[in-house]
């Protein structure tokens, strides 16, 4: 794309998120009773989604990482099968009107299922570079909106809001949530702040993913059955996470790690994929070689495990969770200045016609 003889793309790069609290409070209907929090920031882990108008009048969509590929007319109605159904649902609900082709790419830094937000990044993703090839803006309330609408109505798939909205406005945020609506806030946490926690943290991938359909499932139902260690569990979580802004906010960034230990442990009570027995058996030799505080990232049962830890012992966790056979450990690194989108030299938007749904 971009080459000889192809039409110049635009891109998009959404960055990925580390959620610290408040996960699950988030998904229907306890948000809608209680209200939901989300303590999140994005990483410097990125999706990107490159794209140009072809000649034809077909839609071809490749996924650079995973080698999949879909293509579709684009007066065909789109086939929800499993093959990169969260572009096609993208572009049929973002309807062009002008009936020209396309040709899509996409890459992304962490796999579906590690516990980044990947998939909710790739649909922002998908917007946004959709939106600046027909010349529109939509601001980060209209792009999160609609990448909800996305996955959540038009696939049905199950989850809560907070990734929509961290890909959608990138940055540190506190987040709540309620049957009124959603509040982002931004914090604006002392530079020295980010600095510690980010030489504290560390992520190690646990060499599987999961889908965390199966287990929000679970926790919907614990909670509408009204399962008391579930229900507990999920106002504790909330306590925490706005526990876990406090002391942000303060400087104090131990007494977050201890107060990632208290969510995790609340989490675990929520349904029983939620962890495994290895991902204990990491989080257990992890504590033992001098983490103070962690949690699995996302829904649960696999992917990455966010651990705080004290610079004295870095390299005891690290050398202790890399004995395990795939546990890859890296450095956390905050990216706060949200999506971005661009076009290559010599591009010119397309017709301006340009209509979604649900978007106001």
């Known amino acids: ?82 093959n990169l159904d969260l572009v096609k649902a993208v572009i049929h609900r973002v309807d062009p009107a002008w009936r020209r082709g396309l040709d899509m790419l996409l890459q992304a830094e962490a796999p579906p299922g590690s516990g980044l937000g990947t998939s909710s990044a790739v649909v922002v993703a998908a917007i946004l570079a959709l939106s600046r090839l027909l010349g529109v803006y939509l601001n980060p309330e209209q792009v999160s909106t609609l990448a909800y609408a996305v996955e959540r109505e038009d696939l049905g798939i199950a989850g809560g809001f907070q990734d929509q909205y961290a890909a959608g406005y990138g940055g540190f945020n506190w987040m709540e949530f309620s049957r009124d609506g959603v509040s982002i806030e931004p914090l604006g946490l002392k530079p020295e702040t980010l600095y510690e926690l980010e030489y504290r ?43 876990m802004r406090r002391a942000l906010i303060r400087g104090e960034t131990d007494e977050f790690g201890a107060l990632l230990h208290e969510s995790w442990q609340a989490k675990r009570q929520l349904a029983s994929s939620i962890t495994t027995a290895a991902i204990d058996e990491l989080y257990g030799t992890a504590a033992a070689a001098g983490a103070l505080g962690g949690k699995l990232l996302g829904a649960g049962g696999g992917g990455f495990l966010l651990l705080y830890v004290p610079e004295t012992r870095r390299r005891a966790v690290v050398d202790a969770l890399t004995r395990f056979p795939g546990t890859q450990c890296s450095t956390v690194h905050f990216d706060l200045s949200g999506p971005g989108v661009w076009a290559e030299k010599g591009f010119r938007n397309a017709a301006p016609a340009f209509q979604t749904q649900g978007v106001h």
Do not use: W
Request: hydrophobic share 40%; glycine share 12%.
């Open 1 to 82: 794309m971009g080459g000889a003889g192809k039409s110049p793309a635009v891109r998009a790069r959404v960055p990925l998120r580390i959620s610290f609290g408040g996960g699950g409070t988030d998904v229907a209907p306890y948000f809608l009773d209680h209200g939901g929090v989300a303590l999140n920031v994005t990483i410097d882990r990125y999706v990107y989604c490159s794209l140009a108008p072809s000649a034809d009048e077909t839609v071809r969509v490749t996924s650079l990482d995973y080698n999949q590929a879909a293509s579709f007319g684009v007066h065909e109605l789109p086939v929800y099968d499993g």
């Open 201 to 243: 943290l560390v992520m190690c991938y646990t060499g599987g993913t999961r889908l965390s359909a199966g287990i929000l499932a679970e926790q919907v139902g614990n909670y509408q059955a009204g399962r008391p260690e579930t229900v507990f569990s999920l106002h504790r979580i909330k306590e925490l996470a706005a526990a």
